[in-house]
């Protein structure tokens, strides 16, 4: 469903991504973590065709993301770490808006986002003024959003920031449902435990670089520490670098 091929990032002369491959298969959700300026969100931006690669290719769903962006993008739900939202119109105006951008079939339409307000516990919130909503709520807008046109795969990037402990149950939950039903999720998080408690397998990359990838018992496994957990891997392999 995601396939990176050797893809390479530079501006000027710094090399924020350097030949990176990766193949997610439908279905998996896969955490990619790394320290502050590892590239990780500069890879995100080229896999949902924000940013050229500097060599390399991106095939979403088979999909050249180069040569056929609008075809490619139909296949992604993108959920960035900063929900920029148009403040002054209602949650259901955005989610109006977004579902045009996306062909959602307009007969279709209510019932969607009236399902998704619910999923998201905005139901009370879909006639008020986006500037009213919280951070949070604004987060978990933007996802209901991406949600709306049943998207194949979802790259989040940073999903978790400024939501309490019942979004984040929710939004790890909805994760793992989407996944079962065959949508591949590519998760970009800081949050070790996240990536932990979700996902199929997980990348690690620093410096541009991917230094590990594999699930979260054989990252452990690799150290030969029977006590290691997945900080301690993370420390080891981006510190030692």
Known sequence: MIELNNISKQYGKTQAVSQLNLAIPKGEIFGFIGPNGAGKTTTIKMMG????????????????????????KQKIGFIPDRPYLYEKLTGMEFLKFIADLYGVDPGVFPEKAD?????????????ELIEAYSHGMKQRLIMAAALLHDPEVIIVDEPMVGLDPIGIKLVKDLFKRLSNEGATVFLSTHTLQVAEDICDRIGIINKGRLVAIGSPASLKQDMQKSDADLEHVFLRLTQNA
């Open 115 to 127: 399902k998704n307000l619910e999923m998201f516990s905005l139901d009370d919130w879909g006639n």
């Open 49 to 72: 065709g924000i940013l050229i690669p500097t060599s390399g290719t991106v095939h979403i769903c088979g999909l050249n993301i180069n040569d056929h962006p609008e075809a490619a």
